[in-house]
């Protein structure tokens, strides 16, 4: 009994002790061809790979033949092909049917040849590329959303509909704009006329403002509206009675409008901006209806801002600055609707970090003259003068639209600061006894209140 224990477990020990051994060093011997031995092996798809077994086999098999296509070259090479993105297992025998080794087959799009043109048009950047199944996966971190845009084309090309993008844009990516509307208008007009009135026992005669207002001599008239200057003479010829009215006008304006209104925005976000109101304007509609639509004014501005490659900014921009306009109102049924003036542009740049662009100007010269004369009687010399009036108006207009666009990173609130932090409000002696309605500190809201805006401003003109 105890003999057939002993010869029992020796034979257990030994079957434990062998058959590992011989397993472990069959499964080591197996190793790709100048690549060492890999516990996987990577094959290309639609490339091949030999690999060579340090023991001779006898029989050789894969799971899935839809996925890799195994020949064998001798009792030691095998020839491996790569058909379609997979997992699979490639097994290998003795002659006596014994277990080898089992081998782990991962067939995958071939990426080779994507990575080195990738290293070649974008050097620099710092992208990794992976195969999913017969995908091609991006990830990393690139400067620009238009490199990454480019790694993107370029893998289209090797896994057209199968590339997915784990990419992320490094570097700023708000972009703040500036945009500043600069206006002068000038507008000069200048009229002199002359009128004449005769009048005697059985005869009058009158031109001009005389005539229009029916006025006879002896009766005063009235100049025209829009004189600033009348002077009347009178005197008598004989029993005629004479009289000249002078009427002079000379009228000179100018108008300064500046507006900046500043932006951010995500690089690939749009942005709108409006300072100003809405005005109401009445809409007519089907059976008499009459519906109320809102025409917004004021400074408006939106912008598509895109950081191409470094500092290198793509804009999308269209900006206006509106007012209303009751000279050019329009009456309908009673109801006065106004107009309104704009300065409109819309346009697309590129420009760096801080640099500046003018993107619209406007330089607009109008010139009207007018004369008028009763027939013959004005083409008198010296005296045709007083059967004339002449008038002229001139209007010059300049606006230039100038952007600046800024990279810009959020910052702590404390280092912002508005124009309201340096009001403060008055004290009971500045109110009561200066008269002072606030009390302004130092700072930029202060230094532009202080700006002195006499002088010329515009065009001049003689």
Wanted: glycine share 8%.
């Amino acid at each position: 009994m105890a003999f057939r224990t002993i010869v029992a477990a020796a034979l257990t020990g030994f079957a434990l002790i062998c058959t590992p051994v011989a397993d472990t060093a069959w499964a080591q011997g197996l190793r790709v061809v100048n690549s060492g031995t890999p516990t996987q092996l990577d094959v290309p798809m639609n490339r091949a790979v030999v690999v060579e077994s340090d023991v001779p086999f006898a029989e050789l098999s894969i799971a899935n033949p839809s996925i890799a296509d195994i020949s064998s070259l001798s009792d030691r090479t095998i020839y491996v092909l790569g058909k379609s993105p997979g997992l699979t297992t490639l097994t290998l025998l003795d002659a006596t049917g014994r277990l080898i080794t089992n081998v782990e087959v991962r067939v995958a799009a071939d990426v080779s040849e994507f990575k080195e043109r990738l290293r070649q048009i974008l050097p620099n950047e710092r992208i990794e590329v992976r195969t999913a199944n017969d995908g091609i996966v991006l990830s990393g971190t690139v400067s620009s959303a238009a490199r990454l845009q480019r790694a993107m084309d370029l893998a289209e090309r090797y896994a057209p509909e199968r590339v997915s993008n784990l990419m992320s844009v490094g570097g700023v990516q708000q972009v703040m704009l500036k945009v500043r509307f600069a206006e002068m208008q000038r507008a000069v007009s200048k009229s002199l006329s002359a009128s004449v009135a005769l009048g005697g026992t059985n005869f009058s005669a009158a031109t001009g403002t005389w005539l229009q207002n029916g006025n006879s001599l002896g009766n005063p008239v009235t100049p025209k509206g829009d004189s600033l200057g009348a002077i009347l003479f009178g005197f008598d010829i004989g029993a005629t009675q004479v009289g000249l009215l002078l009427e002079a006008l000379e009228q000179k304006g100018m108008v300064r409008m500046l507006a900046e209104p500043n932006l951010s925005a995500l690089s690939g976000q749009e942005a709108k901006f409006l300072a100003g109101g809405e005005y109401p304007v009445p809409v007519a509609q089907e059976d008499g209806l009459i519906t109320v639509e809102f025409k917004p004014f004021g400074i408006e501005m939106s912008f598509i801002p895109r950081v191409v490659d470094g500092d290198l900014i793509n804009l999308e921009l269209k900006t206006s600055v509106s007012a209303i306009d009751p000279s050019n109102s329009l009456v309908l049924n009673g109801l006065t609707i106004s107009a309104f003036t704009r300065r409109e542009t819309s346009t697309t740049v590129e420009l760096r970090d801080g640099e500046s662009f003018a993107i619209a100007g406007l330089i607009q010269d109008d010139f009207l003259d007018n004369s008028a004369q009763v027939p013959w009687l004005g083409d008198v010399p010296i005296l045709g003068a007083l059967f004339r009036s002449a008038d002229y108006q001139r209007n010059q207009t300049e606006l230039v639209v100038i952007i600046s666009a800024h990279l810009v990173t959020p910052t702590r609130g404390e280092a912002l600061s508005l124009p309201t932090d340096r009001v403060k409000p008055p004290s009971e002696n500045d109110l009561f006894l200066f008269g002072r309605v606030a009390r302004t500190q130092s700072g930029p809201a202060s230094e532009v209140a202080r700006q002195d805006f006499s002088g010329s401003y515009g065009y001049v003109m003689d």
